[in-house]
């Protein structure tokens, strides 16, 4: 997929927009419960998805595995269920179907995107400088 570098990076900052309106309400609310899945939505939602983001960006032969889109898909929809259990459990403290499934999930797309490096050219593609004429 083309653009998926920019696709990567803007969902990761859309999850940093969602973790500091959580984390204000949060500290507004005085819920320090929900600190954890605050942190959670943070790392595995932003972090990782504007690192898999800037991998893509310099690596682009990355994009051009058919993998690349399916990786994306599993790993966004496998965050956002298991954040919603984790959320589900700081708010009763009991385990939750949400986070059973999502965390296999997010392990897969994390090793899918494991299998997208591992499988991509030993260099990236990097512009070097030419004199000019």
Known sequence: MRNIDKLYISLGLAWLIGSAAFGTWLGASGHPNFAQSHAHIGLLGFVASVLFGLTHKAWPTLRESRLALPQLVVYEAGTVILLT???????????????????PI?????AMFLWLFVRSPATASVPTLAPAE
């Not at 259990?85 to 965390?103: E, H, R």
């Open 106 to 110: 997010v392990i897969i797309g994390g």
């Open 85 to 103: 259990g984790k959320v589900m459990i700081d708010a009763s403290g009991q385990p939750n179907p949400f986070l059973m499934i999502g965390a």
